[in-house]
């Protein structure tokens, strides 16, 4: 069945780039601040001001492309796109493929810490029967995947990733699991390409029912969800309108780019017991960084936006529904309260349904070992 041609990939950052990015960050000119604001405005200017000089001194940017490089990567040209993507074959040796799928502004790198336990579970105290073949690809425009001529969305993305797995990689069926747009992409997978997808799993609900709330907790919800995205949704709105006075702004600005993306890390993490510098190590928020920097990916990861108003790609078209198999599983995500269980099941086949007590937007990186034992529990179930 394979057909499309699979080239080996190595992440290698050029020197006079990463030479000129860091130029850059050391001679950076920080912008006047309210005093003591913290995260109140913004990307908190002390914390800012920190990153960088680490950014700038201390951060060893060939160790994190070896960190990359751990894993297995491919590139395989779909349509008129090089997608790439991290593939681990591990225990499972070729069965129970696994599509794992980032959002922004994220990368594969959400990933990494999962990856062993996922792949090879008889190394990290589970069952060799549990191992997932992993397929972890960089969304188009993301990170080391092509950048497309005009904005996409998660509708063409799983049209390109359903074909990443069965014709590129081989996989005739599989599973897919997502937060954020992976959501969006995993739920369309499912709406467009059933025939394809085993199962999915979700962990944030971005493709919604075509219903309006009835009960009164999700009309509860939906005003939840609602003062939700007047807090936190205003980069959203700028990304879906007027991506490209964003880019005006940004490109060649790798500290302004640092700022808008660990805002989000910031403000979508399950803070509540832990403080941020103990949810995301410095190293890891400039890996993430680094993805979108070295590859002039932040300007078209930010069209992504633009493309799901263009797809209409957040709601179920009327008259259908999900009905591949779907699990959710419902973290303390401050982005967005999670739906009421009734909300999901209007619109999806709901078999599978687990809340968990911490972790937000990052679940895989911010409880990996949650994340792990809720996926391989999932995946046993849909055997």
């Avoid at 499912?190 to 075509?210: E, F, K, R």
């Avoid at 895989?364 to 034992?373: G, L, Q, R, S, T």
């Avoid at 391989?376 to 055997?383: H, K, P, Q």
């Amino acid at each position: 069945m394979q057909t499309l041609e699979v080239q080996t990939f190595e992440v290698a950052w050029d020197a006079a780039k990463l030479a000129e990015v860091l130029a850059r960050v050391r001679t950076y000119q920080f912008p006047p601040a309210p005093k003591n604001c913290g995260w109140r405005f913004g990307c908190d200017p002390a914390f800012l001001q920190a990153l960088c000089t680490y950014w700038a001194e201390e951060f060893d940017a060939e160790r994190a492309a070896a960190e990359l490089n751990r894993y297995p990567q491919v590139r395989v040209r779909v349509e008129t796109m090089d997608l790439h993507a991290v593939h681990v074959v591990g225990e499972a040796e070729g069965r129970r493929p696994l599509l794992l799928i980032h959002g922004w502004p994220g990368s594969v790198y959400e990933f990494y810490q999962v990856i062993e336990p996922l792949a090879f579970p008889s190394r990290h105290g589970g069952r060799a029967e549990d191992a997932f073949d992993l397929v972890i690809p960089s969304l188009p425009g993301f990170g080391f995947s092509g950048k497309p001529d005009m904005p996409i969305g998660a509708r063409t993305t799983a049209r390109l990733f359903d074909a990443l797995m069965r014709e590129g990689l081989g996989y005739e069926r599989y599973r897919a699991q997502g937060g954020d747009w992976g959501a969006g992409v995993a739920a369309w997978l499912a709406l467009d390409h059933p025939h394809s997808v085993q199962a999915i799993h979700l962990n944030y609900l971005l493709v919604h029912p075509a219903a309006t709330p009835e009960t009164e907790e999700e009309k509860a919800w939906r005003v939840a969800f609602d003062a939700a995205q007047q807090a936190l949704g205003a980069y959203a709105m700028l990304q879906g309108t007027k991506p490209q006075s964003l880019a005006y702004a940004m490109t060649e600005n790798p500290v302004a780019q640092a700022a808008w993306v660990v805002e989000r890390f910031h403000d979508w993490a399950d803070l509540r017991e832990r403080p941020f510098e103990s949810v995301f190590s410095k190293d890891q928020l400039l890996t993430n960084v680094m993805i979108y920097v070295m590859n002039d990916a932040f300007v078209s990861a930010s069209w992504y936006y633009a493309g799901a108003l263009a797809e209409d790609v957040r709601r179920i078209p009327a008259g259908r529904r999900v009905e591949v198999p779907t699990a959710f599983t419902a973290y303390p995500d401050p982005r967005a309260p999670a739906p009421p269980r009734s909300w999901v099941e209007r619109g999806y086949h709901l078999t599978r349904w687990v809340e968990q007590k911490r972790g937000g937007h990052f679940a895989a990186m911010e409880v990996p070992d949650v994340f792990v034992e809720d996926l391989r529990a999932w995946g046993r179930e849909t055997d």
